[in-house]
Structures are given as C-alpha cells and as structure tokens.
C-alpha cells in the first residue's frame, strides 16, 4: 500500500521565519485595486469566486435571479469537492440545508442523489431540533454538481484564479450602500479582467492557507492544491480586517484493513428522509452503514508524547470548539478515557474510510502509531495523514445583513471567509450572497432573512453583529424562534419569499404550491372536525368530561394520539399523501408555541424596522458610555434590533441611540409610527434568550440511536 505521507502537489514546507502575522489590516487602503476595464472584455453581472459549497450556491442563485453570471474555479474538478467530512446536516446544520432548499438550492437535491446514509439526529426528541444528516458518496456528489452547474441557465463556469478585485468610484448608483467605492470586476492570475456589476468571494479555506503536518507547513488551501494570496493582499489593502483561523481533517483509511467483526454497526433510517421538498424518495435506498470504535488511554499517550512536534497546535489562532482535533480533546478532556470514532464509508465505490473524530495534526508517524492503538484498526493502513488548515477570513461586522461589504458597493463575502465551519454554513450564506448580488447587479432592492425567519438569518445576524473569535457553527440552541423555524416547515418559512425575490423557479413554486394548499386544506377539516368531551371519550381519547367541545386538531396534541386513530371518525384523512399528514401532525402539535412565538417575531420585526443611518458618527453620541461607542462603531448595525445585540450594549443605550437618531433626523416618520412609538418598541423585552450554548453534539445524538 503506498504511503501518501508526504502532501504531493505542494510546494516546499515554510520556515518558521516566514509565517505571515495573524491578524492584518490596513487602515489606510491605497488605490492599487482600481483599474480600468478595457473594451471588448467579457462582462458578466455577477462574478462568483470559488466553486466550493458557498460558490455553487451563490452562482446558482445569482442566475436564477436573471443575472449573467460567471463562476470562477482553478479547475472544473473543484466543483462540489467535500475537502473534510463525507456527510452534510446534522444538529441546526440539517434546518440549514432545509431553507436552502426551500429557496430552490442546489446541494440539497445533489444530496439526495449521491447519498449513502440517511439519519434524522434527535429523532427522540421534538421536530424542532431534529437534525436531518446525510453520509454522501463523494464522487457522486462532485459528479452530480458538476452536471448541474454546466448545464445552468444563465451561469457561465470559467477555469482562472482570481488575483484581484477591480473596483471604481461609486458614482452614486450603488443605491442604499453608501460605499465611496464600488466593485468593477476581477482580474485573473493571467491578466484578463472581467468587468461586473458584482462580485461574490467565497475562497474557503484558499485565503492564504497552510496546512500542517507535525512541524511541516506548506502553502495550500486544501491536500494537493495551492492557496490563493492575491486576493488578502487585495482585501487588505482595500481596508478588510483580516485575521487567521484553522480547521482539520482526519486521516484517510483503507477499508480492506480495518477489522469489523469488533466494530458496532450504525444503519440509516428506514425509509430514508431525503433533504429536498422535490422528492418524496432519495436516489439509492440501498444504504451502507458506518461503523463505531474508540479511542483509548494508549491513544491518548502517543498524543501527549507528541504535542510538541505540532505547529497547528501550538500556534494562537482558534480552532472550531464543536469539531475539535483529537489533540484539543485529549488536552481540555484529559480525564476521559475514551473518545469516539465513527468510521463513515466515503462511498459505495470507494477504498477510504473517514474517521471522524480522530481529526488530528501529529506528525504521519505517529498517526499511524495512534490509529493502530483503537479497537478495529490493529492493523490498520493509513493512505493519507490527517493535516490542520490556517487560513485568512474577514472580520464579518464589516458586512451588512446582505452579506454586501460595507466598504465596497458590490462586493459580496460568503463561507468560511467569513469565520464559518461547515458546507452547510457556506451554503447557507452562498444563497443569500448570490440573490443579493444578481438583484444587486440588475438595480433591485437588497433582501435579507432576520433572525425570525430562519436560522440562516440567525448566522447572518451573530455574524455582522457580533463578529468571530473561532469557527462559527450553527446549533439549534442558537436560534429564539426555534419552535417556529423548524426543519420541516422551511418552504413555509422561506419559499414564497425566495419566490418574490426571483430566487425560485416555476417547478419548485408549484410543487410547493401543491403541497401548502394541501396542507393547510387537511389542518381546515381536522379543526372542523368538532365533537362534545363525551364522543371523544368514548372513542378511547384521554380528554375530560369537563372539557369543551374540541376539534380533531386539538386532539392531536394529546400523548399518543396519532392520525391514524383519527382516521375512523375524520374520513378525510385518507385523501392525503403519507408526507402531508406527518407535516400535519408536527403543525397540529406545535400549534400554541408557534403562535405564543409569533407574538415575540411581531416585536423582533419592529425593532428590525428602525433603520440607523449609515454615516452615523456614534462618537457624536455623548450620552453612550466609551465602550458602547466603541462596539457600535466597530459593528456599524443597520437597524435598532442589531444594536441590541451588539456585545456590550445595554438597553438604555439603545433609548439613547434612538434618542439622538430622532433628534439627529427630526423625521420620526421614517421610523414606522414617531418616536413615541420607538421608545416603547426600544425598551420592550430583549430578544428571548438563547438557552444553554449548545443542544448536543451530533456525536452525542448519534450516539443515543444506537
């Protein structure tokens, strides 16, 4: 078996002497980035760089919007590649993927069709925090991209690498951004710019990267694939704050030398669930299991031994706190004998196994003498060492709720450039990015998804508000409306919105068309299905004799109480497919949590209303303390509901915000109702707190399925 120790593809390993700093920024940007576009150059509306989850979803939504759009790859192979895990959704992640379908998405129905494994996380608890995951086959993922992005309409795929933006002097047609400067285009490694009215950055993990092996590092965004540093320098020198953050991959397995007899068999869900709102089946139901070993006290021992043989872990720069190396677990859990693994196939015709959970950063050597210490994998032969990425990202608070630089008119940031972990958070983001960008480009409105309509507006939120220290990742505990925003109700949520904003297409309106009138005709005869306590009683129902009249839809709510024993005395019920009576129970019994949290939404999306003016000087504003003037000026929020949430704001600078606003401005209009109305909706309740930090690890809900 050849040994892939070495990273082939790279260049030579860094020397210590030559590491860039951590954080950089230029608070005096210079003019190298304008440039003139030349007649006769290829002009497109929206430039997308970056062909990973955050840039296929941004170039597919950009040119569903009616916007020319170009993505902008080193190589057609890039499209659709998984660089860590072999598996999307999850906890929080799975609603994610959810609402990029429900907004007519891609990589939920490319899901659907290269799936191995299908799980819904959670399942012993409520819908509103199952997590739907999926173990992928990773060709067929990229395969199955691949074909759906060349054959996009309106979206062109250009092989180049991007080594700079181009921008210009905004001449005022930037609309409510009011960015001195504006975005013209790029300008490729071989010369050529492309003029455009947009440009959506989505690099990953490409942004100045390095990977590290032990003490090796070596330029790259990714095993085999060089880095990209035009574009920091580019951003720096435009202004952006930029810092370091790093992630990691395990290493890869050969299968045929892992012992399973010893092995605990994890299977999917049956039937299988599939991701999109498009398809009632998944494309191969024929699942494949995955498999759980541990780590141990020998394992943690060649950890220990090693920690100071590995630049990853001893450098500052923060790493994801929910998907952590073996080498953080073994440090901050030093008392836990045993870790988890779970050994997840990475395709059906595939040699590799991913053992995720074992991502680590120890010199090859002793990778291979750790792995050889867990139950199963003796003998076990590893094709490739696991490895840790630094790379640059861009402080997000200088993004508006848009995922538009503040800075730059035009200029859209989406993905892990932003300080997010996981293809579900930069899908999440591309789809919000690249309908902003090709309504941008085309002179329409800006749209944005507030914390109330979804959990991709709840990362937009904590991310322009509040800025990153480590890898950003979503958890349901993270969202107040978490009753509402639900996995299984995102097309309810989100796509007749997507729709208004040309987002969603006519095959996706109409299924879901179908489907929401036959939903809400089931929930109408279910509550007009009304009986006195005594027939209900009779029927074998738990409900009491002093009881009112209640409908059948009241009597789902009751423990145990299921359509199907319904079914005998509402008939109906049979005319309705086997999806639109689940969807119909989960309503039913969500019902008054939803409505008590509508209330709190109504109150959100006041706050949400009262616009702050862009240019506001917060160093003007005497009556807030120095370091409520400092956050404020720093995060620049758009509206009052933002401003609440910037750390270290209190409430009453909140009033005294608004105060010098109304003031400032003497149109109280403006603000939806005067300022007698603001002050009310300013020192109403706080948004409702956010509960402990994290439900559970998906580790932990797979774990309690078994």
């Given at each position: 078996m050849k040994r892939i120790w070495r990273p082939s593809g790279l260049t030579r390993s860094i020397g210590a002497g030559q590491r860039r700093p951590l954080v950089r920024s230029n608070p005096n940007p210079i003019g190298s980035t304008f440039a003139t576009v030349a007649e006769g150059a290829r002009a497109f509306d929206v430039i997308v760089v970056g062909?990973?989850?955050?840039?296929?979803?941004?170039?597919?939504?950009?040119?569903?919007?009616?916007?020319?759009?170009?993505?902008?790859?080193?190589?057609?192979?890039?499209?659709?590649?998984?660089?860590?895990?072999?598996?999307?959704?999850?906890?929080?992640?799975?609603?994610?993927?959810?609402?990029?379908?429900?907004?007519?998405?891609?990589?939920?129905?490319?899901?659907?069709?290269?799936?191995?494994?299908?799980?819904?996380?959670?399942?012993?608890?409520?819908?509103?925090?199952?997590?739907?995951?999926?173990?992928?086959?990773?060709?067929?993922?990229?395969?199955?991209?691949?074909?759906?992005?060349?054959?996009?309409?309106?979206?062109?795929?250009?092989?180049?690498?991007?080594?700079?933006?181009?921008l210009a002097e905004d001449d005022g047609s930037s609309g409510s951004n009011p960015a001195k400067r504006k975005i013209a285009g790029v300008r490729l490694e071989s010369g050529e710019v492309l003029p455009a009215g947009a440009v959506i950055i989505t690099t990953g993990t490409f942004l100045g990267g390095e990977i590290h092996i032990g003490?090796?590092?070596?330029?790259?965004?990714?095993?085999?694939?060089?880095?990209?540093?035009?574009?920091?320098?580019?951003?720096?020198?435009?202004?952006?704050?930029?810092?370091?953050?790093?992630?990691?991959?395990?290493?890869?397995?050969?299968?045929?030398?892992?012992?399973?007899?010893?092995?605990?068999?994890?299977?999917?869900?049956?039937?299988?669930?599939?991701?999109?709102?498009?398809?009632?089946?998944?494309?191969?139901?024929?699942?494949?299991?995955?498999?759980?070993?541990?780590?141990?006290?020998?394992?943690?021992?060649?950890?220990?031994?090693?920690?100071?043989?590995?630049?990853?872990?001893?450098?500052?720069?923060?790493g994801p706190r929910y998907c952590p190396s073996l080498e953080s677990k073994v440090l901050k859990f030093g008392h836990r004998e045993r870790h988890i693994v779970w050994l997840e196939p990475e395709g059906f015709g595939s040699d590799l196994i991913y053992p995720n959970g074992l991502s680590m950063t120890i010199p090859a050597e002793a990778q291979e003498q750790l792995l050889r210490t867990i139950p199963g994998l003796e003998r076990v032969q590893m094709t490739q060492a696991g490895y840790g990425v630094e790379y640059d990202y861009v402080d997000p608070r200088g993004l508006r709720a848009t995922l538009e630089t503040k800075a730059i008119a035009g200029l859209f940031l989406a993905g892990q450039i932003n300080g997010t972990t996981g293809y579900e958070e930069a899908a999440g983001q591309g789809i919000v990015a690249g309908v902003n960008a090709g309504r941008t480009a085309r002179g329409l409105d800006a749209v944005s998804i507030s914390r109330a309509d979804g959990y991709i507006g709840v990362m937009i939120d904590d991310l322009v508000t509040k800025g990153v220290s480590e890898p950003y990742r979503m958890f349901t505990s993270r969202s107040e409306y978490r009753m509402s925003a639900r996995p299984?109700?995102?097309?309810?949520?989100?796509?007749?919105?997507?729709?208004?904003?040309?987002?969603?297409?006519?095959?996706?309106?109409?299924?879901?068309?179908?489907?929401?009138?036959?939903?809400?005709?089931?929930?109408?005869?279910?509550?007009?299905?009304?009986?006195?306590?005594?027939?209900?009683?009779?029927?074998?129902?738990?409900?009491?004799?002093?009881?009112?009249?209640?409908?059948?839809?009241?009597?789902?709510?009751?423990?145990?109480?299921?359509?199907?024993a319904l079914a005998p005395h509402v008939p109906e019920i049979a005319r309705y497919g086997e999806r639109v009576r689940a969807r119909a129970v989960v309503e039913a019994r969500y019902a008054p949590y939803v409505d008590m949290q509508a209330r709190e939404r109504a109150a959100f999306r006041r706050d949400e209303a009262l616009t702050l003016p862009a240019d506001l000087d917060y160093a003007a504003i005497h009556s807030l303390n120095t370091h409520e003037r400092a956050a404020l000026e720093q995060a620049r929020p758009e509206t009052i509901a933002q401003a609440r949430r910037v750390e270290g704001v209190t409430p009453a600078g909140c009033i005294r915000l608004l105060a010098f606003v109304s003031r400032r401005d003497?149109?109280?209009?403006?603000?939806?109702?005067?300022?007698?109305?603001?002050?009310?909706?300013?020192?109403?309740?706080?948004?409702?707190?956010?509960?402990?930090?994290?439900?559970?690890?998906?580790?932990?809900?797979r774990t309690r399925e078994l």
């Open positions: 062909g990973g989850h955050a840039g296929t979803e941004a170039s597919a939504a950009a040119a569903r919007t009616g916007a020319r759009t170009a993505l902008v790859t080193p190589s057609l192979d890039n499209l659709g590649v998984c660089s860590c895990n072999p598996s999307f959704g999850g906890i929080g992640k799975g609603t994610i993927l959810r609402e990029v379908d429900a907004l007519d998405g891609v990589s939920p129905r490319i899901i659907d069709k290269a799936g191995v494994q299908f799980n819904v996380l959670n399942r012993r608890k409520g819908p509103a925090v199952w997590g739907p995951r999926a173990q992928i086959d990773r060709a067929l993922y990229k395969k199955h991209m691949r074909e759906e992005l060349l054959a996009y309409p309106n979206l062109s795929v250009l092989t180049g690498s991007v080594s700079d933006i181009v003490l090796d590092t070596y330029p790259a965004g990714r095993m085999g694939e060089k880095a990209t540093f035009g574009l920091s320098k580019s951003l720096r020198e435009a202004g952006f704050q930029l810092g370091r953050l790093k992630t990691g991959t395990p290493p890869r397995l050969h299968r045929a030398s892992i012992d399973y007899k010893v092995l605990q068999v994890q299977r999917g869900d049956e039937p299988p669930e599939p991701f999109s709102y498009m398809n009632e089946r998944v494309a191969v139901e024929d699942q494949m299991p995955c498999w759980v070993t541990y780590t141990n006290n020998q394992s943690h021992d060649v950890v220990r031994a090693n920690l100071d043989k590995t630049v990853h872990i001893r450098e500052t720069v923060r299984d109700n995102a097309d309810l949520r989100l796509t007749a919105a997507g729709r208004a904003w040309g987002a969603v297409g006519d095959a996706r309106w109409a299924r879901h068309a179908d489907e929401a009138r036959q939903l809400d005709d089931l929930l109408g005869v279910l509550g007009a299905a009304l009986q006195p306590p005594s027939t209900w009683i009779a029927a074998g129902f738990p409900t009491s004799h002093a009881a009112r009249r209640r409908s059948a839809l009241e009597m789902l709510r009751l423990p145990g109480v299921g359509l199907e003497r149109a109280p209009r403006q603000y939806n109702g005067g300022a007698a109305a603001l002050d009310d909706a300013v020192v109403a309740a706080d948004a409702a707190p956010l509960g402990s930090e994290v439900d559970t690890l998906d580790a932990e809900a």
